[in-house]
């Protein structure tokens, strides 16, 4: 196909997908609580596929899996990627739940059917207008590509997540201030301290 006639297709679906959005924000404003159209969803589908170069979506995994391999990505999806697409690739957690679109559940058709090219190149490069983020390896940030080649390999793996590996998972997830002072109180009481007295105000109870 030629360039030009390649650039105008991605330019109607665009079109398209811009329609999209404007009905939708008419109807439900700017809310992120609105659900994209089934025709949205499908236009930015085939837009993305038409925006992924042809020489990606051909790319081999050049990262052969094994069992440290897709255990490593596993923490570092719990580390980086869960916050938005949950430990289980569902999508549903508290920040995931509140985008818009929301994140696609990874474990589906839609990006199973992927090929091992397309999901490599989505995660170093993100997806426009998404919430999706570029971990380019031009910031260095997964180890050269071969962080983003093992998440391939953990993301078809989701569909087949054990009870086990998922409790793992939980250990490295980010963990707010709340967390953070609730483990540090659970380690001084393990190491012998004192517990810290609560405030006064605190102890009191209303007569």
């Not at 994140?103 to 207008?129: C, M």
Request: aromatic share 6%; charged share 25%; hydrophobic share 35%.
């Amino acid at each position: 196909m030629k360039r030009g006639t390649l650039l105008i297709i991605i330019g109607v679906a665009l079109l398209a997908v811009a329609f999209g959005i404007v009905i939708s924000v008419l109807h439900d404003g700017l809310s992120a609580r609105a659900t994209p159209t089934r025709l949205e969803a499908v236009l930015a589908r085939n837009a993305r596929h038409l925006a992924i170069p042809s020489n990606a979506r051909l790319a081999q995994n050049p990262v052969l899996e094994s069992p440290e391999d897709l255990r490593e990505a596993r923490l570092h999806f719990a580390d980086h990627c869960a916050i938005c697409h949950a430990n289980d690739g569902s999508g549903h957690s508290d920040i995931g739940d509140g985008l818009y679109p929301k994140p696609p559940d990874l474990r589906l058709a839609q990006t199973q059917n992927l090929s091992d090219g397309e999901l490599f190149w989505i995660i170093e490069n993100g997806v426009r207008f998404t919430g999706m983020p570029a971990f380019s390896t031009n910031g260095g940030n997964h180890g050269g590509g071969q962080d983003s080649w093992k998440l391939v390999h953990f993301i078809r793996h989701l569909p087949h997540l054990t009870a086990a590996e998922r409790l793992e998972m939980e250990r490295y997830n980010p963990k707010g201030p709340e967390d953070r002072a609730e483990e540090q109180e659970e380690n001084d009481f393990l190491n012998g301290a004192t517990p810290k007295a609560k405030p006064e105000s605190q102890n009191h109870h209303r007569e």
